[in-house]
């Protein structure tokens, strides 16, 4: 093993690299989780106004375009209300 290598083998060992590098991963993939989670429920309580919102925006563009984009609004929407039906399907369990 090369010089280079061997220190940095030793410094890993020394400041406990490894281990640290594991935790914060953990706590990463945590919070990833409960703002994956908390999106969720989000999705789930106001899908209904996430609806109102795409249907007004979807008119809105299409009256300020006179339709021009009509269909390519149509698609994103309907793109967006799947997203959003997906994420709210995915909510964590509730205790009721």
Do not use: C, W
């Not at 299409?62 to 994103?76: F, M, S």
């Amino acid at each position: 093993m090369s010089r280079i290598n061997e220190t940095l083998k030793q410094m890993i060992d020394e400041y406990d690299l490894d281990r640290r590098f594991n935790e914060f991963t953990e706590h990463a993939e945590q919070a990833v989780r409960r703002t994956f989670d908390t999106a969720a429920d989000y999705a789930h309580e106001h899908q209904d106004d996430v609806d109102r919102l795409l249907t007004y925006l979807s008119t809105t563009i299409d009256e300020r375009t006179e339709g021009k984009y009509a269909d390519k609004v149509t698609k994103v929407r309907e793109q967006l209300e799947r997203g959003v039906s997906k994420l709210a399907e995915r909510r964590p369990p509730t205790d009721d």
